[in-house]
C-alpha cells in the first residue's frame, strides 16, 4: 500500500513563494509518477502539475506555467511544489497523487491516479 502525506501549505501573500512537499510511504517510488492538483471551494478538482517516475519529464497547467515547478527526490521519497509568484486565484486545498507509470509517462487526468494525500491548504491574500 502507497501512503501520501503533504505538507507546506500556509497563508502568504500575494506574490510570496511557499514550497509543498508529498512525503510517499513504500520503496517503489521511483516507479511512479506524481502529479499535483488543487480544489478551491465551490469548484472541481483540478490538475497542476506532473512529473514522470524518472523525473525527466513534466507537464503544467497553463495557469502555473512559469510560476510554479515540480520536482522529485527518488532517495528521499519525496515530490515538491514550488510555488512562486502566488496569486489569490491560487487559494485551494493541494493533493498530491501517485500513479504506477512507465519511464517518461506523465499524466494529467485526476482518473488515472491511484493514491491521494489528504491535501494541504494554501491559502494567498490580496
Known amino acids: 500500500q502507497v501512503q501520501l502525506v503533504a505538507s507546506g501549505g500556509g497563508l502568504v501573500q500575494a506574490g510570496g513563494s511557499l514550497r509543498l512537499s508529498c512525503a510517499v510511504s513504500g520503496r517503489t517510488f521511483s516507479s511512479y509518477a506524481m502529479g499535483w492538483f488543487r480544489q478551491a471551494p465551490g469548484k472541481e478538482r483540478e490538475f497542476v502539475a506532473t512529473i514522470s517516475s524518472s523525473g525527466r519529464s513534466t507537464y503544467y497547467a497553463d495557469s502555473v506555467k512559469g510560476r510554479f515547478t515540480i520536482s522529485r527526490d527518488n532517495a528521499k521519497n519525496t515530490v515538491y511544489l514550488q510555488m512562486n509568484s502566488l496569486k489569490p486565484g491560487d487559494t485551494a486545498v493541494y493533493y498530491c497523487?501517485?500513479?504506477?507509470?512507465?519511464?517518461?509517462?506523465?499524466?494529467?487526468?485526476?482518473?488515472?491516479?491511484?493514491?491521494w494525500g489528504q491535501g494541504t491548504q494554501v491559502t494567498v491574500s490580496s
Open positions: 497523487a501517485a500513479v504506477l507509470g512507465r519511464t517518461g509517462q506523465i499524466f494529467f487526468r485526476a482518473r488515472s491516479y491511484d493514491y
